[in-house]
């Protein structure tokens, strides 16, 4: 017979498929991946034609220190996760709210940013082509940061709240490949714009 | 022979230029491919139908299970590669022989300008500008005098396409393009707009007169000379001249010359109006100055709103503009 | 093997209260009854752009005819276009997704039931989105009303300058919100297929449809995204001043085609997927042997999806490209007709030496067959890019995608609607009004799609209210035209047949078409839990297996 009707269905023994959060997580990145993939094409086909208006060269400035604090949040929200796994919930804590501050911190420089590039240079998004497209592409990042925050403030929360234990650490792991996909997207985004753009 | 079966002067199997005909001659070898591919396929699948039907009395049996076969399966995957192999190479030919055709010294120049909802023709060498009728020379195969467009657009999209001369191509702002044509007969070609490009698409008609040399010739003298003028007209230039009109519209030598709207300068030379929406007649022009709407209703045209004497007169000097 | 295992058979439901059951309904999140939504709201939709269709075709009966205005008509064409493939074709092939691959993979459930609930909101919310622009807010001209700049929204026609007032973004949003919908779809679809197969069920014992649908949903991943991408660009164009499309700045309309046409060539084959999908479920089943070459099929299947993402310039072919990026697509739109053509040949070695069976179902996979076969041709025609140079923007290439999408997959649907709806409602469909549905349809399709054709041949481009006497289009949109209302009738016969044999239909029980896949396990229509228990396969046809234990599936796989 090979439509066998078990009574316990864990008894078909050493089935094992993924995990469905990782699953969908990968399949949110790699639609969010396509979505970035056009406007950095968008970027990159239209530099160099801007008809008027501030160039890149003429007021780019990298952002290394912000840059800095995003990708090392990465680094403290793996660490993170790790720590939720062994059970040591004042550490995840410690690091998940760590992580919290530098990719605050990130979005505090991008505003710093753009109030530069505003008032000093005069860089709007309907300024020119490299203005739309500058403001588009980071902005979208930004908002990708943004939403990230939310939902680790949210986790923040329920840790504050004593309810993050071992038992969450998987979702946790899901999360925090969001946040590592939105510190792989700044890398992409930071060498096309503040890199090759210039 | 196939192209005057359905009587049509926009028939794509009736070329009448070398652009036309490579397309011709290229479609008619994919036709020949896909009817063969056709009939073979549906040919399997009508016997299939026909000869594994369920009979009367085979309730009960299954057929043989087959899975699959790797010889047959082999043979059909190779045997369309082979044919789009085949196909390809005969295709990138002719990309190749009509897009990347070198211009010879002698072809006539065209600048051809998009607008919602008319066509601007403008010949550099020859300080010609006219609108939506465009007048060609024909081209003999022993000396090839080729006519090649520049195409350029004032707004949206659009397309030039006269089917019996080449294939369309499109005018986009901000990215011009090339399209060549050597028809090898006089006449009249008409085609249209392909590209949506706002309300009025439908009438953005394309009239190509392909005259002889010397016909071409008169014609060009014609175009080249400023606008004739007629004393019984001079009423009708003053309300021309004081009204919006010089607005959007050119007179060459007078002191009309607005870009918005199509060159009025030798308008009676033109066998339509409003881009072939309709026939250049003076009531038609009168319709057309008065209420644009009831002949290409949203057309950019606005309504004049004249008084019936300056709508006459209006319409008179128009009539002198030979 | 005894059904009582299977399932529970069901206790005494007292009477419901109609608002109680108007609650179930729309909090719902058992991906059947979100199935039966999705289907309901498509063919609602089916009937509204059917509608829209219609009036085209009686507006070009013959030139010069003033039906309608050419503002109506240019809305009819965009909504008419935009509705069929975004609220119509996705969702009624999303509902069949949600509907059978939990059950034909042994699953209770999809991996997010509650995600899966929210995508059918938000498509329905696009869709009333794009409707409410009939009535939405004025602007100049008159023009808050619906969209009229076609289903592509080119730039820079959806420029403020050129369209003003909010019809494009009606168009917009509509398909930004009902976008994000489709890509939890996609996700959702994955990941049920790569986590929630039953115990045994390796992915080479998938059913094929499992199989193609889990491709056209990671096709939809990386293919709704750029089209929202591209929306998103034209809104900061529209309201933030920006100049992604603004050739005056320097922007490129060409961008917009091309992000434009790599949503819009994939997206074709996140249609015409699972039509493949229903055909070799049903094929076989009706033709009494398995599918011909499985792994071919996965493979060829898969092939399409990756070569799919480089064909779409052939949409641009007359945008002015250079002549080796014409070459290049012109190759790639050939290539692709090879895994194509591979799967039509395996459906015809599956019919070969079987024991053919004429229920509706297979009337309409026969139809498909033929039709998919002649559309694809067309398509050959059009890949080489000179042809193309003629047939492009010409009612030629209308008769073409018309001939993939209404006699490929509407016929594919169709034959999924009679080969399924017993299990969805436990009730047949009537062989006698499918039969009068069948040759209505395809009469009233060849009709009009056959002629079609001929008009663009001959010189009738694309998207105008009206056309000149004298270009010899007349009689042939006539019969056109008469070939859409024969259509017509034959719709309101299908959904006729859907009402009557709900109620007067022949009770269907479990496996009314004696078929292999396990949705044919359970009672119809199944259990709100699917499996009472999780089954166990061993191969790829487990109920041939029960049925046949001397000749099982396993024996050869």
Known sequence: ?198 | ?322 | MSTNAMTIPAGNIEGRVWVDTLHQWLTTVDHKRLGLLYIAYSLLFLLVAGVEALVIRVQLMHSHNNLVSPQVFNRMFTMHGTTMIFFVIMPVLFGFGNYLVPLMIGARDMAFPRLNAFSFWLTALGGLLLYFSFLGGSGLYGAGNAPDVGWWAYAPLTARAFSPGHSSDYWTLALLVSGFGSIATGINIIATVLCMRCPGMELSRMPLLAWLYLVMSGLVLITITPLSAAQIMLLIDRYLGGHFFDAQAGGSAVLWMHFFWIFGHPEVYILIIPAFAFMSEIVPVFSRKPIFGYPVMVAATVAIGFVSMSVWAHHMFTVGMSSTSNSFFTITSMVIAVPTGIKIFNWLGTMWGGRIQFKTPMLFSIGFLFQFLIAGLTGIMQATAPFDWQLSLSYFVVAHFHYVIVGGIMFALFAAFYYWYPKMTGRMLSEKLGTWHFWLFVIGFHLTFDVMHVTGLLGMPRRIYTYEPGRGWDTLNLLVTIGAFLQGVAILVFVANLVISYFKGERAGNDPWDAWTLEWAVSSPPPAYNFATIPVVTSRRPLWDEKHPEDPDSRYE
């Open chain 2, 1 to 322: 022979m196939v192209g005057h079966a359905f009587a049509s002067p926009t028939n794509i199997f009736a070329p009448m230029s070398t652009p036309a005909h490579s397309i011709l001659d290229l479609s008619l070898f994919v036709l020949a491919i896909t009817a063969i591919i056709f009939i073979v396929v549906s040919g399997l699948l009508l016997y299939a139908v026909v000869k594994f039907r369920t009979r009367a009395g085979d309730e009960d049996r299954e057929p043989a299970q087959v899975y699959g076969s790797t010889q047959i399966e082999t043979a059909w995957t190779i045997i369309p590669i082979l044919i789009v192999v085949v196909l390809y190479l005969a295709t990138a030919r002719v990309i190749h022989a009509l897009q990347d055709a070198p211009e010879p010294p002698n072809a006539l120049d065209v600048i051809a300008i998009g607008h919602q909802y008319w066509w601007e023709f403008r010949y550099p060498k020859l300080g010609i500008v006219t609108a939506n009728e465009l007048h060609i020379p024909v081209s003999d195969p022993a000396r090839p005098m080729p006519t090649f467009l520049q195409l350029l657009s004032a707004d949206t999209d659009h397309s030039f396409w006269v089917p019996e001369l080449a294939g369309k191509t499109d005018l986009i702002p901000n990215h011009p393009n090339r399209l060549w044509m050597d028809p090898q007969r006089t006449g009249v070609f008409l085609g249209q707009c392909a590209q949506y490009c706002g309300v009025q698409h439908a009438k953005m008609l394309l009239r190509v007169s392909v005259d002889s040399p010397d016909v071409f010739a008169a014609w060009v003298h014609d175009q080249q000379q400023p606008s004739f003028s007629d004393a019984r007209a001079a009423a009708g230039q003053r309300v021309f001249e004081q009204t919006a009109c010089i607005n959007c519209h050119t007179v060459a030598g007078t002191s009309a010359n607005g870009r918005f709207g199509p060159d009025l300068t030798h308008l009676m030379s033109r066998a339509t109006i409003a881009s072939g929406a309709a026939q250049n007649t003076p009531e038609n022009l009168r319709l057309w100055i008065q209420e644009p709407d009831s002949i290409k209703p949203a057309s950019l045209m606005p309504a004049m709103k004249l008084s019936d004497t300056d709508l006459d007169a209006v319409v008179t000097y128009m009539e002198t503009l030979r």
């Open chain 1, 1 to 198: 017979m090979s439509v066998m009707t078990f009574p316990f269905p864990e008894a078909a023994s050493g089935w094992k498929l993924h995990s469905r959060g990782k699953v969908a997580m990968a399949g949110l990145i790699i639609a969010e991946s396509a979505i970035f993939t056009i406007f950095v094409v968008a970027y990159l086909f239209y530099l160099g034609k801007s008809g008027t208006g501030p160039t890149p060269r003429e007021v780019l400035e990298t952002p290394v220190f912000y840059t800095a604090c995003l990708l090392s949040s990465s680094l403290t929200i793996h660490f993170a996760a790790k720590a939720l796994e062994g059970n040591r919930g004042r550490l995840f804590l410690g690091l998940w709210l760590l992580t919290i501050a530098l990719g605050s911190l990130f979005l505090y420089g991008t505003g710093q940013e753009w109030r530069r590039l505003i008032y000093q240079h005069g860089l709007t998004i309907s300024a020119n082509l490299f203005g739309t497209t500058y403001y588009a592409l980071v902005g979208l990042h930004a908002f990708h940061v943004t939403a990230g925050l939310l939902m680790l403030l949210i986790v923040a929360t329920f840790s504050l709240a004593g309810r993050m234990g071992m038992k969450q650490h998987k979702r946790v792991e899901v999360l925090s490949m969001y946040w590592h996909f939105v510190d792989a997207v700044w890398v992409v985004v930071f060498t096309v714009v503040y890199v090759l753009g210039r």
